[in-house]
């Protein structure tokens, strides 16, 4: 038996927002707070971050932006992910903590959770255009949360940055931020 629209409509949805900082600007306009604490980030404005999100019931607004704001039903699965615009092999950026701060307590506790992929495709380095790709084991991160009601919630997005040493090799913490973002769930 198929089901009806309203049947899949209320299935659980997986949606997953993608966040990029721009790491040159939280790195020129903001110091760090000292010291180094993860429970006491320092806020930053809505310029260098860029969030894009998939999955969703629909973007209400802001999808590329700092301010993105979109809908979920309960029930719905979210995960974030970041990294930075270097794609985190220079500045790297952890997305580290998911907070309430406003309106309707929507996310339950946001998890971090890490899948393997035994055979992830990476670019070939023998060609001059990288393909055909290669296979490589590699780790994937996201930070997860199951949504528990209906209302809108302002939340905080935490993410710690690191940069590169002149070692070129090693990538050390610089420090600790956040903004503000939106969800509104029916």
């Given at each position: ?6 049947e ?11 966040v990029?900082?721009d ?47 979109f809908?979920a ?5 979210v995960?974030f ?5 270097y794609?985190?092999s ?25 899948i ?22 590699l ?16 939340f ?6 690191y ?11 610089y420090?600790y ?10």
């Open positions: 038996m198929s089901e009806s629209v309203e899949k409509a209320a299935a659980s949805q997986s949606i997953n927002v993608l990029i900082i790491t040159e600007y939280v790195k020129a306009n903001y110091q760090p707070n000292l010291p180094l604490d993860p429970n006491n980030p320092k806020g930053i404005n809505h310029s260098s971050q860029f969030m894009i999100v998939t999955g969703s019931r629909g973007v209400i607004s802001g999808q590329g932006t700092a301010d993105l704001n809908k039903n309960v029930g719905d699965y995960a992910t970041g990294t930075s615009i794609d985190n220079d500045d790297a950026v952890i997305i580290y903590g998911i907070n309430y701060w406003s309106g309707a307590h929507v996310f339950n506790t946001f998890v971090s959770n890490q393997n992929r035994q055979r992830a495709v990476m670019p070939n380095t023998s060609t001059n255009n990288g393909l055909p790709a290669v296979q490589a084991s780790n994937f991160n996201s930070l997860d949360s199951k949504v528990g009601s209906s209302g809108t919630e302002n905080y997005v935490y993410f710690a940055l940069t590169l040493a002149d070692d070129g090799q090693t990538q050390n913490l420090g931020y956040y903004w503000d973002p939106t969800i509104t769930v029916a």
